[in-house]
Structures are given as C-alpha cells and as structure tokens.
C-alpha cells in the first residue's frame, strides 16, 4: 500500500509560480512512475505530468509544456510539480497518483493505482 500526500496548492495571481510536493509513504518509492493529474469544476479529470521511476523520462500535456516541470527525488520518497507562467485556465485541484508501470510513464488516469487527496490552485487574473 502507498499513501500519497499532495501540498503547495494556493491562490495565486496569472503569472506566478508555485510548487506542488508529493509525499509518500508505505512501499518503495522509486519502484513507482509517478503523476500529476487535475480536475476543475465541472470537468473531467486531465492528465498533466509523469516521471518515470529514475527521472529519466517525462511527459506533459500540451497545455502545461514548456511552463511545467515534474521533478523527483527518491531520497525523499518526493515527486515536484514546478508550475511557471500559470493561467486562470490551470486553477484545479491537483492530484498525484503512484503506478506500478515501469516501463513509459503512462497518461491514462486508469493506470494508477494509488491517489492522494487533491490539492487546491487557484489562479486568479
């Protein structure tokens, strides 16, 4: 069993920065691809980032490419979600999720076994 626990939601102006902190805590932390996802009001739940179980590969959606960054340390049994440039299009509550897939990170939220609770971001204009 993982237990995820996301932190650094907030509110913020369009324009700012602001880092998402994942901890976890139960199994080998680098044994899993790591991910963000979100969901705002109304609509479905939206793949945003993942890292596999080294860092050493990435993926992002389109609408975040170039603004965010998904980083890891295993050493803190920690993945990051770095947020730059954020639009009032970004305000959602943001969740990381831990999967048992190794091999390339997946986007589909199916894939993911453990979730935590969600974190609020709010951008404001």
């Known amino acids: 069993q993982v237990q995820l626990e996301e932190s650094g939601g907030g509110l913020v102006q369009a324009g700012d920065s602001l880092r998402l902190s994942c901890a976890t805590s139960?199994?080998?932390?680098?044994?899993?691809?790591m991910a963000w996802f979100r969901q705002a009001p109304g609509k479905e739940r939206e793949f945003v980032s993942a890292i596999n179980w080294n860092g050493g590969i990435t993926k992002y959606a389109d609408s975040v490419k170039g603004r965010f960054t998904i980083s890891r340390d295993n050493a803190k049994n920690t993945v990051y979600l770095q947020m730059s440039t954020l639009k009032p299009e970004d305000t959602a509550v943001y969740y990381c999720?831990?999967?048992?897939?190794?091999?390339?990170?997946?986007?589909?939220?199916?894939?993911?076994?453990?979730w935590g609770q969600g974190t609020q971001v709010t951008v404001s204009s």
């Open positions: 999720a831990a999967s048992e897939v190794v091999i390339t990170p997946p986007t589909q939220g199916w894939r993911y076994t453990y």
């Open positions: 139960g199994r080998t932390f680098s044994s899993y691809t």
